[in-house]
């Protein structure tokens, strides 16, 4: 069976905070309504949107999330069309690791709460569309901690759930990996805490992207 690193993507590969920030208050703003801090927002980059948005405005009905997650892709398409997005870098060492754990033969993909069309710019921006196998998203699947996204990426890459690690920055992440009988591997750069990550199931939270290859040559 196939080793599969299956990565997050905001948080994970990449620090999208600031324009997932910015489009979730021009959303906000569409409705006329007061945007959430910033803060709040960071703490649910990792869920889809419907979702995400029902946590940030819990007294609003299910239609308006669902009408405010259609707007926040359509802010989201409008920044980018309008040159307002701001750059989102990949974290250090995230190439080197995709690199080093090819060259160990494992097989990657992704798991995110991001759209398909999100995701597939993203990782043509950073050259990066051809070093997944599987790319599973918020179009096709519940929300994470839901393991459909990781169900379906384990099928898809010819891996089973103890050959498979899913590594994140959320607790959605973490408990999403639990859920699937996947291994968690918290990782400490993005947006929840090592402590919420272990409380969440993490069985290891690497502190560096050069960590990820080692610590999983350990233990595969």
């Known amino acids: 069976m196939n080793r599969l690193a299956l990565f997050d993507c905001d948080g994970t590969l990449v620090d999208s905070q600031a324009n997932i920030c910015l489009a979730m208050e021009h959303c906000f703003d569409v409705h006329a309504l007061a945007p ?27 239609a308006l999330h669902r009408a405010m997650a259609d707007d926040y892709k359509l802010c989201f398409q409008k920044l ?54 599987t790319l599973q998203t918020a179009d096709r699947h519940p929300s994470k901690p839901h393991p459909a996204m990781a169900a379906a990426a384990i099928a898809e890459a010819g891996a089973v759930p103890e050959t498979t690690v899913m590594i994140g920055d959320t607790s959605f992440d973490m408990e999403m990996a639990v859920a699937a009988a996947a291994h968690p591997l918290g990782v400490s750069w993005g947006y ?28 595969y």
């Open 80 to 133: 980018r069309s309008t040159g307002g997005l701001l750059p989102e870098p990949l974290f250090e060492g995230i190439v080197e690791a995709i690199d080093t754990l090819s060259a160990a033969g494992w097989v990657l993909g992704v798991a995110t709460g991001k759209s398909d069309r999100g995701l597939n710019l993203l990782l043509a921006h950073h050259g990066l569309s051809e070093r997944f196998v």
């Open 192 to 219: 929840h805490t090592p402590e919420e990550l272990a409380d969440a199931g993490a069985a290891h939270v690497a502190g560096h992207a050069r960590d990820l290859a080692p610590y999983l040559a350990n233990r």
């Open 36 to 62: 959430p801090d910033r803060h709040a927002i960071r703490r649910i980059v990792g869920l889809s949107l419907v979702e995400a948005i029902g946590i940030l405005l819990p007294q609003g009905e299910e």
